[in-house]
T-cell receptor
Framework: DAGVIQSPRHEVTEMGQEVTLRCKPI?????LFWYRQTMMRGLELLIY????????DSGMPEDRFSAKMPNASFSTLKIQPSEPRDSAVYFC?????????????FGQGTRLTVV | QQQVKQSPQSLIVQKGGISIINCAYE??????FPWYQQFPGKGPALLIA?????SEKKEGRFTISFNKSAKQFSLHIMDSQPGDSATYFC????????????FGSGTQLTVLP
């Protein structure tokens, strides 16, 4: 398996523009997580899905952020409109099962820069 | 609320030395404590993990020590190598939450040759 695949790897956009980050989880994994990494706040959970259903989005910072998982092999994180403070590395992770102790596998991340 | 506190923020050790990173947690509902290793430009990757019913777990040069009563745990890297230079994150999870990870703030380890 190729692991968790995120695209794009880098994104530079202007303030006010819409940004869409994409994630393909590992096949067979049914829990998917979006994390954001910044120097100030470290790694923080934004939202997670179980079996394509959003379970906890309490980490989503504002209504400008939205996430979807239309099927088991694809998820998006959208920011509209984007702001400079959204600049961060966004990681997607997936794991098998909704409980248990299975390892969470992370993608390589999308580095977002909003200018 | 920072549920997992990690120290130090950065650590420099000589090759062959012992690297020690400490973490403390607050939420007693946490029942699984993994450590993740992150290299520049990469996502975090699981290094080693422990359950609170054991006090120590060792995998190669990496050992987790766990003190349940103090709500503290630590990572020891024996015979540290330059290839161990990375950022290390402790984390905690609990059942009933799809095992979402609550991370510490990270420790940037540099091992000098």
């Amino acid at each position: 398996d190729a692991g968790v695949i995120q695209s794009p790897r880098h994104e530079v956009t202007e303030m006010g523009q819409e940004v869409t980050l994409r994630c393909k989880p590992i096949s067979g994994h049914n829990s998917l997580f979006w994390y954001r990494q910044t120097m100030m706040r470290g790694l923080e959970l934004l939202i997670y899905f179980n079996n394509n259903v959003p379970i906890d989005d309490s980490g989503m910072p504002e209504d400008r952020f939205s996430a979807k998982m239309p099927n088991a092999s694809f998820s998006t994180l959208k920011i509209q409109p984007s702001e400079p403070r959204d600049s961060a590395v966004y990681f997607c992770a997936s794991r098998q099962g909704t409980g248990g102790l299975g390892e969470a596998f992370f993608g390589q991340g999308t580095r977002l820069t909003v200018v | 609320q920072q549920q997992v506190k990690q120290s130090p923020q950065s650590l420099i050790v000589q090759k062959g030395g012992i690297s020690i990173i400490n973490c403390a947690y607050e939420n007693t509902a946490f029942d699984y404590f993994p450590w993740y290793q992150q290299f520049p430009g990469k996502g975090p990757a699981l290094l080693i993990a422990i359950r609170p019913d054991v006090s120590e777990k060792k995998e190669g040069r990496f050992t987790i020590s766990f003190n349940k009563s103090a709500k503290q745990f630590s990572l020891h890297i024996m015979d540290s190598q330059p290839g161990d230079s990375a950022t290390y994150f402790c984390a905690a999870t609990r059942s009933g939450s799809a095992r979402q990870l609550t991370f510490g703030s990270g420790t940037q380890l540099t091992v000098l040759p």
